[in-house]
Nanobody
Framework: QVQLVESGGGLVQAGGSLTLYCVASGRTSDIHAIGWFRQAPGKEREFVTALTWRADTYYADSVKGRFTISRDPIKDALLLQMDNLRPEDTAIYYC????????????????????WGLGTQVTVSS
């Protein structure tokens, strides 16, 4: 089992920046991919970005060039640096982890992930 806890959400003006954090605990050595999804009011949860243990990265087209996913090995945390935020980025952001090998699975769908955090709210004002 792996537990995920997100933090760093908040209210920011359009054009501003925020950094989200996800700390994993439990059997973290079994994690083969970790990433972020988001869910805006009235919309389905959507993929944002993911990082595999081979250091492959994936980004949704809507965030490419603005968001950066990385790991902080000292804090053992996953970071999501969000720059040039837009009102349409407003959502609850969820950290997700994949326990076990990916095989041929591309970690850009909810089904690819097996553990989820409770989310952190990001609100971007215009």
């Amino acid at each position: 089992q792996v537990q995920l806890v997100e933090s760093g959400g908040g209210l920011v003006q359009a054009g501003g920046s925020l950094t989200l954090y996800c700390v994993a605990s439990g059997r973290t050595s079994d994690i083969h991919a970790i990433g972020w999804f988001r869910q805006a009011p009235g919309k389905e949860r959507e993929f944002v970005t993911a990082l595999t243990w081979r250091a492959d990265t994936y980004y949704a087209d809507s965030v490419k060039g603005r968001f950066t996913i990385s790991r902080d090995p000292i804090k053992d945390a996953l970071l999501l640096q969000m720059d040039n935020l837009r009102p349409e980025d407003t959502a609850i952001y969820y950290c997700a982890a994949r326990i076990g090998p990916l095989g041929t699975t591309i970690p850009t769908t909810q089904e690819a992930f097996t553990s989820w955090g409770l989310g952190t709210q990001v609100t971007v004002s215009s």
